[in-house]
């Protein structure tokens, strides 16, 4: 199913038949580099893939889409709406991932820009934020380009012990 449209991209629903694709990704430690859990085996990619696969289990209308470069057709990251609970408050994380052979072309921005658009417009929600790794520089400079700001910094998420910015916008 496709969420939505950019000028260069499509975000649809992720399907078994993107596993290979998607583990070319989850295994390159460079694409990883900012993750707390690394890179990933082919098993653990699976199962994060089939947990997507129908939206998020527990918000069918979130989740990791595949996203689709239109031009060539090829399949080059994952991007979407996660939900967190941080702070006893539900929040919705805007999350990006790109092959690095797209990388430095805007592909990211637009691709969060749509997201952005879709989760305010489509989904009515009222907030979005970014989780991010302090030292991911072209993360925080997609977060900023969308109109998102530096809220504040944590010691971690969900339990873990991995310093993190979160970015945030509310919707106008
Ligand atoms: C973060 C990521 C999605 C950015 O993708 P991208 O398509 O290259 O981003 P864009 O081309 O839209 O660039 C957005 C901005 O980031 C900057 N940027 C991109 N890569 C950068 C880098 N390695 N270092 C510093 N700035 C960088 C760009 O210059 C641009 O800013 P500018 O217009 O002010 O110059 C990509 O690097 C990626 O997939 N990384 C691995 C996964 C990841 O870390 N995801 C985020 C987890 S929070």
Known sequence: MVILETDRLLLRHL?????????????????????????????????????????????????????????????????????????????????????ESFWHQGLATEAVQGILKYGFEKLNLSRLICLIDPENIASQRVAEWIGMTLERKVDGIAGDNFPTLIYSINRK
């Open 15 to 99: 399907v078994l038949d993107d596993l290979n694709e998607l583990f070319v990704l989850y295994r390159d430690p460079e694409i990883r580099k900012y993750f707390p859990e690394g890179v990933l085996n082919l098993e653990e990619t699976k199962e994060e893939l089939e947990w997507h696969m129908n939206g998020h289990p527990r918000y069918p209308e979130l989740g990791l889409w595949a996203t689709i470069h239109k031009k060539t057709g090829r399949f080059i990251g994952r991007c979407g709406l996660l939900p967190w609970e941080i702070d006893d408050r539900l929040e919705v994380e805007i999350a990006y991932l790109l092959d």
